[in-house]
């Protein structure tokens, strides 16, 4: 299994502000992937981020918005950037383990006022 | 375009009752499906992992079945415990496995003592 830490664990931000969100794993992974739990809602990918390449974004999600960076194989960070009160959601790390299990951090829980 | 459901979207039960939570894919060309567990304010547990080959899974208390041609897979919960309470996540992988997950709403499932 992949132990996956996140920071910070939640914050409240003010519109117009930046948040970075940093991800840890506890195992050299290939692809970690961002995703986003709106309030009452599901789970929604943001993008896929591989080390030393551009990260993939899905259909409505941009990098100017959501700036993703892949030092290494264990290390991302997510920005949400210019934020507004549509961006409270809760924010989720994930990989993939051996036997193709998907693993994922405990949250980011964001509000934005 | 991959979509997933799940019936029903809240269910409460007293302790001791078998239950089953229902999925639906709408594209049978799936690798995997993975069901999840969501406790309030905390990120997801991975409960079980279906490859697109196998017709079902168990862990304990938990069985949950695969079937490609019909879209559909069920989680089995046997002699449920008020412990259980929790949001029961069902996802897909496509299968070009991209890594990308696609989520259903949840079942949430509350049981009784």
């Known amino acids: 299994s992949a132990v996956i830490s996140q920071k910070p664990s939640r914050d409240i931000c003010q519109r117009g502000t930046s948040l970075t969100i940093q991800c840890q794993v506890d195992s050299q992974v290939t692809m970690m992937f961002w995703y986003r739990q709106q309030p009452g809602q599901s789970l929604t990918l943001i993008a896929t981020?591989?080390?030393?390449?551009?990260?993939?974004?899905e259909s409505g999600f941009v990098i100017d918005k959501f700036p993703i960076s892949r030092p290494n194989l264990t290390f991302s960070t997510l920005t949400v950037s210019n934020m507004s009160p549509e961006d409270s959601s809760i924010y989720l790390c994930?990989?993939?383990?051996?036997?193709?299990?998907?693993?994922f951090g405990p949250g980011t829980r964001l509000l934005v006022l | 375009k991959q979509e997933v459901t799940q019936i029903p979207a809240a269910l409460s039960v007293p302790e001791g009752e078998n239950l089953v939570l229902n999925c639906s894919f709408t594209d049978s060309a799936i690798y995997n499906l993975q069901w999840f567990r969501q406790d309030p304010g905390k990120g997801l547990t991975s409960l079980l992992l279906i490859q697109s080959s196998q017709r079902e899974q168990t862990s304990g208390r938990l069985n949950a079945s695969l079937d490609k041609s019909s879209g559909r897979s069920t989680l089995y919960i046997a002699a449920s415990q008020p412990g259980d309470s929790a949001t029961y996540l069902c996802a897909v992988k496509g299968s070009g496995n991209t890594g990308k997950l696609i989520f259903g709403q949840g079942t949430t499932l509350q049981v009784k003592p």
């Open positions: 981020a591989n080390q030393g390449s551009e990260a993939t974004y």
């Open positions: 994930s990989v993939a383990g051996t036997g193709e299990t998907q693993y």
